[in-house]
């Protein structure tokens, strides 16, 4: 005799499957920018030097936690919606539009490529906006909304610092 295996429920939550497809695809895009730009701003709170360096330490400090928090918002809304999170180094160079770092950049240089990272990973989630308002996907519309916020005011505390 052998046992029935256990069929798994469809997802039936008002979402079109191939809207889900879509909307995930834009997630994991920003699921790879934010751990990109995490990694980023984690790096430069270990390796930042010069008479900003308290400040800057702390301040990136406060930023990669916040941006460490929000991944797993993004991995586990990506679950919910039905598929599998990207979570390695290899896709997430794939789906980035961030590039890399080399090397240790002086601290005004980190700045600026903290307030570039911040405004790319903004731009992933707002071009996402369209297709999750189209699907009337308000719970991935709320999250979107969330990190726009932060990555903007981000990008402008950043940017403040670069005035002279």
Sequence with gaps: MTAKKAKTPSIDIGISDADRK?????????LAD???????????????TGPQFNSLHAMFMGQYTEQWNALD????RIRALGFPAPGTYKEFVKLA???????????????R??????????R????????VGEAD??????LLTQR???HEKTAWMLRSLLEE
């Design 22 to 30: 879509k909307i995930v695809a834009g997630l994991s895009g920003l």
């Design 34 to 48: 934010s751990y990109t730009l995490y990694l980023m701003t984690h790096n430069f709170h270990w390796n930042v």
């Design 124 to 131: 992933t989630a707002r071009k996402l906006l369209p297709l």
């Design 148 to 150: 726009l916020d932060v």
């Design 137 to 142: 996907d308000q719970p991935t519309a709320d």
């Design 113 to 122: 490529h903290l307030v570039a990272a911040q405004e790319a990973t903004a």
């Design 73 to 76: 918002q993004i991995a586990e």
């Design 97 to 111: 539009s961030i590039k890399e770092v080399e090397g240790v950049p002086k601290a005004t240089d980190m700045v």
